[in-house]
Every structure is written in C-alpha cells, then in structure tokens.
C-alpha cells in the first residue's frame, strides 16, 4: 500500500474518524480510500492500527432526516461541552483532559489575563 500518513492513537487530525467512529455518528465511508491511519504501540507485537476516512466523504447509513440531524447536532454541542463550568467549548472537549483548556489549566488563563 502506498504510504498513508500516520498519527498516533488519539491525535488524529480533525475532520477524520475511524470506521467505528464513522458509525457512531451514523455514516459509514461510502467507498473512499483510506486517508490515513492511527497507530497504537503494543508490547512485544506490531502497533495496532486503525485506518481512518474522511468525515466529510462518508456517507450516510441512512437518508439523513431532520430528526437525524438534529440528534447528531445534540450529541456533537454535548461533546463540546465541558462538564466543568457547562460551557460550550466551542471545540470536542479533549479525552484526555476531560474538560475545556480553561478549566484543565486555570493558572495559564489567569497568566494570560
Ligand atoms: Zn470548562
């Protein structure tokens, strides 16, 4: 296979996703080409790997209703919002941190201030 870019697990770029995550959003690649993949390290054996697609090449799984839409609106505002202080972050709110910048790291605010 041609050399696809590659990221590591959790930094993948915006704008693609994993088949997995593809579902959840209910789309699915809809025949495109792989656009890069994600690499985990795993002790003694080969990184596990994980292809990603384009979000804005997938395609529904189903004909998209207003319903739909609106449930996919709901959960991307609730991925924005941060648990802390309720706000929306304006961005998915990193899992590593678990809530906006602003609430994981207080004191850079406050030096920005
Ligand atoms: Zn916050």
Do not use: F
């Not at 959840?24 to 390290?41: C, F, H, K, N, T």
């Not at 994980?50 to 991307?76: E, F, G, I, Q």
């Not at 304006?90 to 602003?102: Q, R």
């Amino acid at each position: 296979m041609a050399t696809l870019p590659t990221y590591p697990w959790r930094l993948a770029p915006q704008g693609l996703a994993t088949r997995r995550q593809l579902r959840a959003m209910g789309l699915r690649p809809g025949g495109q080409d792989v656009a890069a993949q994600i690499e985990r390290p795993r002790r003694r054996r080969g990184p596990l790997v994980a292809y990603l697609y384009r979000v804005d090449d997938a395609k529904p799984v189903r004909p998209m209703t207003p319903a739909r839409w609106a449930a996919l609106a709901k959960a991307n505002a609730a991925r924005r919002r941060c648990p802390q202080c309720r706000r929306d972050a304006g961005y998915v709110i990193p899992a590593e941190l678990g809530t906006c910048v602003p609430c994981a790291y207080p004191e850079d605010e406050q030096r920005a201030a």
